[in-house]
């Protein structure tokens, strides 16, 4: 497991600390993040329903059963963790034959697939009113990119996007919309290109 140091924002003393991004934390280990993880979404979720305010689009997410499904597929994955103190979120990147470029002028290209990507629940403005820390979206998109440059792809990522992360890829990603996909619940479709 290779573990490179990144920096996250901490809203309790308004600094940056020091983390830690685990590539490759093995499905053990992401398996027990998300059990940690639904015992504090079960009771947000609970909380936040009772009071009328609104949950997270991913708050049914599974990883075991994801990464399950990746294991039937026999489908290129490559998971990775973000930690400072306890998990602060995971992410899961595919590659492979079937995940190519769309934007014009680079369709057909390699590129990597941002599958998934999770902030702990602490981290996550829908379960709780304050949260813990921040920029772990941000480390997982470069991590992407890094990713894809080591497999040599140029830095090209796509993915599909949950409608309410969609201002965060068009504007802190920088990423093109190629828009609704009609074909994955019409998630509006981004993609990074070379640069």
Same mark, same amino acid.
């Given at each position: 497991?290779?573990?490179?140091?990144?920096?996250?924002?901490?809203?309790?003393?308004?600094?940056?600390?020091?983390?830690?991004?685990?590539?490759?934390?093995? +499905?053990?280990?992401?398996?027990?993040? +998300?059990?940690?993880?639904?015992? $504090?979404?079960?009771?947000? !979720?609970?909380?936040?329903?009772?009071?009328?305010?609104?949950?997270?689009?991913?708050?049914?997410?599974?990883?075991?059963?994801?990464?399950?499904?990746?294991? !039937?597929?026999?489908?290129?994955?490559?998971?990775?963790?973000?930690?400072?103190?306890?998990?602060?979120? !995971?992410?899961?990147?595919?590659?492979?034959?079937?995940?190519?470029?769309?934007?014009? =002028?680079?369709?057909?290209?390699?590129?990597?697939? !941002?599958? $998934?990507?999770?902030?702990?629940?602490?981290?996550?403005?829908?379960?709780? +009113?304050?949260?813990?820390?921040?920029?772990?979206?941000?480390?997982?998109?470069?991590?992407?990119?890094?990713?894809?440059?080591?497999?040599?792809?140029?830095?090209?990522?796509?993915?599909?996007?949950?409608?309410?992360?969609? =201002?965060? $890829?068009?504007?802190?990603?920088?990423?093109?919309?190629?828009?609704? +996909?009609?074909?994955?619940?019409?998630?509006?479709?981004?993609?990074?290109?070379?640069?």
């Amino acid at each position: 497991m290779r573990v490179t140091k990144i920096q996250i924002f901490d809203w309790r003393t308004h600094s940056s600390v020091q983390a830690e991004m685990l590539e490759d934390p093995g +499905d053990a280990y992401i398996e027990t993040v +998300d059990a940690l993880w639904s015992v $504090y979404k079960r009771r947000a !979720l609970r909380e936040r329903r009772a009071a009328g305010k609104p949950v997270p689009e991913h708050s049914h997410w599974n990883w075991k059963l994801k990464l399950e499904q990746e294991r !039937l597929e026999n489908s290129l994955y490559k998971c990775f963790a973000i930690v400072h103190n306890e998990p602060q979120g !995971l992410m899961m990147l595919k590659y492979g034959s079937e995940y190519v470029c769309r934007y014009a =002028g680079q369709q057909g290209k390699p590129l990597v697939y !941002l599958a $998934y990507v999770e902030s702990a629940p602490w981290n996550v403005k829908e379960y709780s +009113d304050t949260i813990c820390y921040s920029g772990i979206g941000t480390e997982f998109y470069k991590m992407a990119i890094r990713f894809s440059r080591l497999l040599g792809f140029a830095g090209r990522v796509g993915l599909h996007s949950l409608p309410g992360a969609e =201002g965060f $890829y068009a504007n802190t990603c920088q990423m093109i919309s190629l828009g609704q +996909d009609p074909k994955y619940d019409n998630l509006v479709y981004f993609e990074s290109i070379e640069k």
